[in-house]
Every structure is written in C-alpha cells, then in structure tokens.
C-alpha cells in the first residue's frame, strides 16, 4: 500500500477566501467513486462543499454528489462523481475480526496540511479490547487501540501492520484513562484546609470496527467494480 495513493484529505471549500480546508481524511475499499470517512468530519456540510482531494493534481479534485450517513455509528460513505484515476489504490476489508493484541497502524491527512506542509502521520499500536464507543452524538462498536489518534486523523484507515492492504477500522477519537497516583488532604480545625491529588494521564485511539457495520457498507456502497 502507498499511503498517499490510498488515503486522500477530504476538503471543504471556504467561501470566505476561496481556499479548501482540510476536515478529515478518507479511503475506499471495492468502489472507485465511493469513499469512506468519519461522520462528524463531515458534520452540518453539504455534499456541494466537500472534495476529494486528488494527490496527482493540485486542481482536478473530485467533487462530491452525496454523503450516506450511518444512523447511529461515526462512518458516512462520500459518492464522488468522475473516472478517479487508476494509481489511487483501495483497501480489502477484513473478513475477520481483529483479536486482542493485533499490531494495527493508523495513517491519515492533517488538517493544517496546507499551511505546514506536513502532510500525513502513521501510528501504531494494538488492540487492547472492544467496546461500544459513545460521544454524545454517535454510537459506534469499536477497538482501542494502544496509542491515541492524533487530532486531523480522523476518517483515517486502520489497517494490519502485517498487511497494510487489510482495513479493519476508522480512526474516530482518543479516550483518557486516569489513575490516581497519591492524595493528600490537610484538616484544620476539623475543616478541610489543603488538598492534592497526583494523578496520571493515559490516552488511547478509538477505531470504528468496520466488521461491525459490513451489512450497512454492502447496502450504500454499490458491488465490486
């Protein structure tokens, strides 16, 4: 797999400066013209404003004709229209769930790709458990990975270290876990006069397990090209 031939920034046109802004990224897996990504990146945006950014043209990006959102999980399906060019390489879906302590990686667009010029990032981590991920807006069975999601991923593929044609998971968030270290409470008077508390910060990736939602992308995404 060549990173940047198989994961593309999806793009918002800013009517205030006529630039695109990076929201999220995005891959395919058996369509040409259908793209995957993470709903909330393409949260209250009409399918008029959103591109797909083309890595072999600076200009000819594809443009979006609709966004099939899932119902309650943090995945939209993006249909493009025009012939996408043949070196842009897509995914296999995993036809297995991925077990505990499988060494995944990440890869995505960040959002400040324009202005730095640091175009993309790729992580790595295992899956420590499954779980139902829930953020007040969406509802998504999915993975924890070792690592935490770096903001601008999302959207992203996860994929097998091993086999890095294999998708297995949408990079949607970062989780913190917390545990204390020590407590310390100073009485006077019988009146609580000073309080510390030490803790320690571990973040983690959140993955949509696009296992969990295969009858949903049979159902929008059309068959195999």
């Known amino acids: 797999m060549k990173p940047f031939l198989a994961v593309q920034a999806l793009g918002r046109g800013n009517p205030t400066n006529g630039k695109i ?20 990146c393409v949260r209250n945006i009409e399918p008029s404003q959103l591109k797909i950014m083309n890595p072999l043209s600076d200009t000819h990006h594809f443009n979006c004709l609709a966004i099939n959102r899932h119902a309650k999980a943090d995945i939209a399906v993006l249909e493009v229209q025009g012939t996408i060019p043949e070196q842009l390489e897509k995914f296999k879906l995993s036809n297995k769930e991925a077990s505990y302590g499988a060494n995944i990686h990440c890869f995505g667009i960040m959002i400040n790709l324009l202005e730095t010029g640091a175009p993309a990032r790729v992580i790595g981590g295992i899956i420590q458990r499954d779980f139902t991920y829930k953020d007040g807006t969406y509802q998504s069975a999915a993975l924890e990975l070792s690592v935490p999601i770096p903001k601008g991923m999302s959207g992203g593929p996860a994929f097998f270290a091993h086999r890095d ?11 913190k876990s917390e545990v204390v270290v020590s ?8 009146k609580l006069k000073e309080k510390e508390r030490i803790s320690e910060i571990t973040r983690y990736g959140v993955i949509l397990n696009l296992w969990e939602v295969k009858s949903w992308l049979e159902e929008v995404i059309p068959k195999k090209d």
Not at 165 to 175: E, L
Not at 183 to 190: A, C, G, I, Q, S
Request: proline share 0%; net charge negative; hydrophobic share 45%.
């Open 183 to 190: 407590e310390f409470e100073e009485y006077e008077n019988d």
């Open 165 to 175: 044609d294999i998708a297995i998971g949408v990079a949607i968030a970062s989780i």
């Open 21 to 40: 802004d990076i929201v999220g990224s995005s891959f395919r897996l058996w369509s040409s013209n259908h793209f995957i990504t993470a709903q909330h």
